[in-house]
T-cell receptor, first 117, second 113 residues
Framework: AQSVTQLDSHVSVSEGTPVLLRCNYS??????LFWYVQHPNKGLQLLLK??????LVKGINGFEAEFKKSETSFHLTKPSAHMSDAAEYFC???????????????FGTGTRLTIIP | DTGVSQNPRHKITKRGQNVTFRCDPI?????LYWYRQTLGQGPEFLTY????????KSRLLSDRFSAERPKGSFSTLEIQRTEQGDSAMYLC???????????FGPGTRLTVT
């Protein structure tokens, strides 16, 4: 079975400083990994995705993540935090795709990012 | 592009009542997913449609839950005899085909009193 573990439930950083949100995955197969962001009262939005191409993945709003197979990690980073980055972030894995083409997403428990002015 | 819409956005009901939620996916998206998100947790998969066919269901989907997608467009999720443990955010997502992004709606927040 596929799973992801988000190592921090809450991260606080000052505006303009780097952001690091940590995620470790477990998968018997070569996984597809995603980061989604959830702002209050808004739908989940895809930040970036890794699908076995380049290990360093760039996403929207200046975020990027690096797939490290040896460490089974997929940490999310941003060089400089902005107030608008305050939200809940989810690391997500898609493992085996069923015979019916079901690409169900398995979410981590989330990391709440707070930006200090 | 209207995105995925869900109605209602909020629903408060008394234990034992039936409730129905609606999801309108992005037009031409043939894949539709339902997820449930409880407080402090990530969303969990409930069920998957390809066009009008419900192809997979999670063990989370008890007999009190039923989902339909009658014409392969909008979908409904009904919960019968609601329980307090059903209180959660119910999310709908759609995608165009395998390997493409799932787009999420804003969710329906259910509170069972």
């Amino acid at each position: 079975a596929q799973s992801v573990t988000q190592l921090d439930s809450h991260v606080s950083v000052s505006e303009g400083t780097p952001v690091l949100l940590r995620c470790n995955y477990s998968s018997s197969y070569s996984p597809s990994l995603f980061w989604y962001v959830q702002h209050p009262n808004k739908g989940l939005q895809l930040l970036l995705k890794y699908t076995s191409a380049a290990t360093l993945v760039k996403g929207i709003n200046g975020f990027e993540a690096e797939f490290k197979k040896s460490e089974t990690s997929f940490h999310l980073t941003k060089p400089s935090a902005h107030m608008s980055d305050a939200a809940e972030y989810f690391c997500v894995v898609v493992g085996v795709i069923s015979n019916f083409g079901n690409e169900k997403l398995t979410f981590g428990t989330g990391t709440r990012l707070t930006i200090i002015p | 592009d209207t995105g995925v819409s869900q109605n209602p956005r909020h629903k408060i009901t008394k234990r034992g009542q039936n409730v129905t939620f609606r999801c309108d996916p992005i037009s031409e998206h043939n894949r539709l997913y339902w997820y449930r998100q409880t407080l402090g947790q990530g969303p969990e998969f409930l069920t998957y449609f390809q066009n009008e066919a419900q192809l997979e269901k999670s063990r989370l989907l008890s007999d009190r839950f039923s989902a339909e997608r009658p014409k392969g467009s909008f979908s409904t999720l009904e919960i019968q005899r609601t329980e307090q443990g059903d209180s959660a955010m119910y999310l709908c997502a759609s995608s165009l085909r395998q390997g493409r992004e799932q787009y999420f709606g804003p969710g329906t927040r259910l509170t069972v009193t």
